[in-house]
């Protein structure tokens, strides 16, 4: 069963709590015992062992690596921003709208409003990144987005010059025109 409503970043901290507890697992027992899903208890795994906090000790039964927690089993702070938060969101999530983005990317440490979450998504389209899936019915249903172009985990932003910046491509894929 999946955890209800988790953002991502707190189905990693229940993902990492369990993961202590037991400190041997596969991706398969740490989905079953944290509730996450396995496809995101995939992609945290080797995160974590490229940061040096797990240790792939070999393979197990059905050939299913196993993995270990290494050293302390402290879970580093998680500082992002806003902006971070709903990039990771949007990244992975195969459809959503603005309030998907919104309840899936607030933390007690970065709060995000409804209005930050139709803005981000608003520039995101505008850049390029995000294709409607579902046009807006006012009053009936949201907009239903799904992610054009992944770049990669650091967040597009939009700069004062009112273009968008990719860390990832280290490019401006969108500058309006100039307003006389």
Request: charged share 25%.
């Amino acid at each position: 069963m999946i955890a209800p409503r988790l953002s991502v970043a707190e189905q990693e901290r229940r993902a990492w709590s369990v993961a202590c507890a037991m400190g041997t697992f596969t991706v398969y027992s740490l989905s079953a015992k944290s509730q996450v899903r396995v496809g995101l208890v995939r992609k945290m795994v080797p995160a974590w062992g490229r940061e040096g906090r797990a240790v792939c000790e070999g393979k197990g039964a059905r050939r299913r690596h196993v993995w270990r927690i290494a050293g302390g089993r402290r879970m580093p702070a998680m500082t992002h921003s806003p902006t971070e938060n709903m990039w990771r969101t949007i990244r992975h999530l195969a459809s959503f709208s603005a309030a998907d983005v919104q309840m899936h990317s607030c933390t007690p440490d970065a709060p995000v409003t409804a209005e930050d979450a139709h803005a981000y998504c608003r520039m995101l389209m505008r850049a390029g990144y995000l294709r409607v899936l579902r046009p807006a019915q006012p009053g009936r249903a949201p907009a239903l987005y799904a992610l054009a172009r992944n770049t990669g985990p650091r967040a597009p932003v939009e700069r004062r010059v009112r273009a968008v910046w990719d860390p990832n491509t280290r490019t401006y894929p969108h500058v309006p025109e100039p307003t006389s």
